[in-house]
Each structure stands twice: as structure tokens, then as C-alpha cells.
Nanobody, 124 residues
Framework: VQLVESGGGSVQAGGSLRLSCAASGDGYSSSAMGWFRQAPGKERQGVATINGYGVTWYRDSVKGRFTVSQDAAEKTVYLQRDSLKPEDTAMYYC????????????????????WGQGTQVTVS
């Protein structure tokens, strides 16, 4: 199973970027896909997660600015990020969970089974 992120880069504060994460691999299936980020010297934190029913969760600091969506047929999940702030600067990772996900665990990295390699986002 492979997860490949794309769409990172540098943007000015107030700008927008959309991240994509494409999943591939024999027998791949997931019950939920999430976006995490990690800034230098900080722990990895959950940003947004979407499950197979389209239910979404967001961390408080991105609510109203970020939108997670998915194209199940294409096995791709997106993270639209608007009104970006310098504090959004981080390496962004997508992750997938193969088993059921409790809503309270949406932002816990150890609940996800597969990870992408990450894509850097810098907001200045």
C-alpha cells in the first residue's frame, strides 16, 4: 500500500493550497483517511480526518479554513487550505486506517496504519 501526497509548496499568508493524497496497492481499503502535520521540534498533530461515510473532524485551529474531502473511486483524499497562516507551516502527511475508527481517535497518529512520505508547506 502506498500513499503519495502532492500539492505542497510555499505561499504567502492569506493564500491557499490544496493537498492531494493518492492511495494505491493491491487489496487497499481504508475506513478513514487523515491529514497530519509536523513542524520542526514539535509532535505530529492531527489536522483533519474523513471516514468512508464522509464524516469529518478538524482541529480547532483550522476549522473554517481547511476542508477535507475524498474521491472514493479515485482513492484520493484532498485537503483544501485557505487563509493560510505562518503557523500552518509544517510537513503535511496523509494517513489511512484500515479498520474502524472511533471518532475520538481521529487525530491520533497511532491509530493509522499507512503513511505517506509527506509534503512540505511553508507560509510566510
Amino acid at each position: 500500500v502506498q500513499l503519495v501526497e502532492s500539492g505542497g509548496g510555499s505561499v504567502q499568508a492569506g493564500g491557499s493550497l490544496r493537498l492531494s493524497c493518492a492511495a494505491s496497492g493491491d487489496g487497499y481499503s481504508s475506513s478513514a483517511m487523515g491529514w497530519f502535520r509536523q513542524a520542526p521540534g514539535k509532535e505530529r498533530q492531527g489536522v483533519a480526518t474523513i471516514n468512508g461515510y464522509g464524516v469529518t473532524w478538524y482541529r480547532d485551529s483550522v476549522k473554517g479554513r481547511f476542508t477535507v474531502s475524498q474521491d472514493a473511486a479515485e482513492k484520493t483524499v484532498y485537503l483544501q487550505r485557505d487563509s493560510l497562516k505562518p503557523e500552518d507551516t509544517a510537513m503535511y502527511y496523509c494517513a489511512a486506517r484500515s479498520g474502524g475508527l472511533c471518532g475520538g481517535s481521529w487525530n491520533r497518529p497511532n491509530q493509522f496504519d499507512y503513511w505517506g512520505q509527506g509534503t512540505q508547506v511553508t507560509v510566510s
